[in-house]
């Protein structure tokens, strides 16, 4: 079966779930909606950078496409800085019949006791009404951080505490507001960045940690959050900008879901902007990795090395958040009406991606 879709941006996600999608044998490229009107109307080849036209133009208008009724719509827009905006378009899909597999909001991997009930149930009540589903996922919050670790408890005899980790440098990731104006890069080390505000981290990776409780079938008494940041020694440039001495150059952080007084599972990133920032900080296998530790009988470490064709495993990290959309079309279009978690699909694998 063929499944017709359409791609929600171009952007560092958007790109690469063009390219996937293209790929796919069971997929067909239906449409692609830009928000830029200097994209509109331009093969979506060239926008994706494939080097060649697909035959498909980009369109910023956004009711033709729903208007199509495609089976599924892979959503990559940006939604960190327009929550709302993000979740009344995934509910105009979901009300229209159109199923969609979405990188954000990244609280909707998995939202119950994370977010308030009045920030899901209209999408729910959408889902419902058009008998449609939507699925949030990527790479992180997502794979590396949900069936990984899950799949790891499955050869235990006692867990623990189940951490996951991203060690990334994430110098060459060429996204400025995510960087600056989200994370606090660049900034003085006593200006708070949104990320970091109270309980933004706790909501944004909270999803990451109930979920994982819910797979071991426990219920966590709280979720907390930690963080520290470093200073760069002297003015250096990234792919997004430059970084004075003395702003935030490095970050780590831990979202931590407690149950009986201890940490049972937790959320770590370690993000530097250079590899010899903060040394005493968790280090990568390879140029950048994500990390799974179950500690109980016996302990497992198990480090996912990320590397594109390009030798950048930044790039490696967006196409894996692209590709683990993507790939689960056919699961999403299949399954029930509603709001989809990682735990309400089947194993979705490369099926049909051999070349």
């Known amino acids: ?45 060239e926008l994706a950078g494939l080097g060649r036209e697909v035959g498909v133009r980009a369109t910023t208008d956004a009711e033709a496409l729903v208007a199509q009724r495609p089976d599924c719509i892979v959503h990559s827009a940006m939604a960190d800085h327009r929550l709302m905006e993000a979740i009344e378009d995934l509910q105009r899909f979901l009300r229209a019949g159109i199923n969609v597999v979405s990188s954000g909001p990244v609280f909707l991997q998995y939202p119950d006791g994370v ?6 149930v209209p999408l729910r009540q ?23 670790p899950l799949v790891l408890t499955g050869i235990s005899e006692r867990v623990d505490e189940v951490r996951c980790l991203e060690i990334l440098n994430y110098a060459t990731y060429d996204q400025p507001m995510v960087l600056f104006d989200i994370m606090g890069f660049g900034h003085p080390l006593d200006d708070v960045p949104l990320l970091l505000q109270p309980g933004m981290l706790t909501t944004a990776w909270g999803s990451v940690v109930r979920q994982l409780a819910a797979g071991l079938d426990v219920e966590l008494d709280d979720v907390e959050q930690v963080y520290e940041r470093l200073p760069a020694p002297e003015t250096f440039g990234v792919a997004s900008g430059t970084i004075e001495a003395g702003t935030a150059a490095a970050l780590r952080f831990e979202v931590r879901g407690m149950r009986n007084g201890r940490a049972l599972v937790v959320l770590e990133h370690v993000t530097r902007l250079r590899d010899d920032l903060a040394p005493e900080w968790p280090q ?47 699961a999403v279009v299949a399954a029930p009406p509603g709001l989809l978690t990682a735990l309400d699909l089947p194993l979705v694998t490369g099926r049909g991606l051999v070349g």
């Open 1 to 45: 079966m063929t499944y017709r879709v359409v791609s929600w941006s171009t952007g560092n996600v958007g790109r690469h779930a063009i390219a996937g999608i293209e790929a796919h044998p069971d997929l067909e490229l239906a449409g692609v909606w830009v928000s830029s009107p200097a994209k509109d109307g331009r093969d979506v080849g």
């Open 115 to 120: 977010v308030p009930d009045e920030m899901v």
């Open 126 to 148: 959408a889902a419902l009404e058009g008998r449609s589903s939507l699925w949030v996922n990527g790479i992180d919050p997502g794979f590396a951080n949900d069936w990984l």
């Open 284 to 330: 990568p296998a390879g140029s950048g990795c994500y990390r799974v530790m179950v500690t109980g009988e016996p302990n497992y470490t198990l480090d996912l090395q990320l590397l594109g064709s390009d030798g950048d495993h930044n790039t490696a990290g967006l196409k894996a958040t692209a590709m683990r959309l993507v790939n689960a079309v056919p």
